[in-house]
C-alpha cells in the first residue's frame, strides 16, 4: 500500500471537503465522450461541463472497440445518452507509430511480447475517427435516434476540430 500512499492521502483530504452532488449515474446532458487515455485530456472542461454531465469512455487513441461498443449501448439504453462525441487528440502515441513498432517498443523495452493483441495504431486519424463514427453509427444495437460527432482534440491549442 505504500505504493498508493499519496493517494490515500489525497483522498482524505478530498473526502474531508467533499459535498454532495446528489448526482445519479445518467447523463444530466445525455452526452457520452469517447476519448484517449492521455492524462492532458479533460473531456468535461474542454466542452464546457462538469461532474455527472456527461459519460467518459476512454482508450489508448479513442478507438470505438467492441468495449466501447458494448457500454455505448448500456449508455444510451439505460443512462439517458442521446448523443456522443468521438475526440482522438493531436499529438497522439497511437498515431505515431505503426502497430508492429508499438509491439517491436514494448518488446525493446520489457521484453514482453505483445503481438497477440491488438494495439488499433492508426496512421490517419481523420480516417480512423470516420470510420469509428460510422462503426457506431451503423451498430444495431444502440439506442434509434443517437447523434454521432467527431473531432480532434488539439493538446497545444486546447480546440476542437470538428471531422
Known amino acids: 500500500m505504500e505504493t498508493f500512499k ?3 492521502e489525497a483522498n482524505q483530504t478530498f473526502s474531508a471537503q467533499f459535498q454532495s452532488q446528489e448526482l445519479t449515474g445518467a447523463a444530466k446532458k445525455g452526452l457520452a465522450i469517447v476519448t ?4 492532458r485530456i479533460d473531456p468535461l472542461r474542454i466542452v464546457g461541463m462538469q461532474a455527472g454531465d456527461a459519460k467518459i469512455l476512454r482508450n489508448a487513441g479513442a478507438r470505438v472497440t467492441e468495449d466501447v461498443l458494448r457500454t455505448l449501448v448500456l449508455a444510451t439504453h439505460l443512462l439517458n445518452v442521446d448523443r456522443i462525441l468521438v475526440m482522438p487528440h493531436t499529438d497522439c502515441r497511437m498515431a505515431s507509430a505503426t502497430e508492429d513498432e508499438v509491439h517491436a517498443l514494448i518488446l525493446e523495452k520489457s521484453g514482453v ?13 481523420s480516417a480512423a475517427l470516420e ?4 462503426r457506431i453509427e451503423s451498430y444495431p444495437l444502440l439506442k434509434k435516434g443517437i447523434t454521432v460527432m467527431g473531432a480532434i ?3 497545444k491549442s486546447g480546440k476542437l476540430n470538428p471531422i
Open 113 to 125: 511480447d505483445t503481438r497477440g493483441i491488438e494495439i488499433r495504431t492508426v496512421k490517419d486519424q
Open 6 to 8: 499519496d493517494l490515500i
Open 153 to 155: 482534440y488539439d493538446v
Open 36 to 39: 484517449c487515455m492521455d492524462s
Open 131 to 134: 470510420k469509428d463514427i460510422q
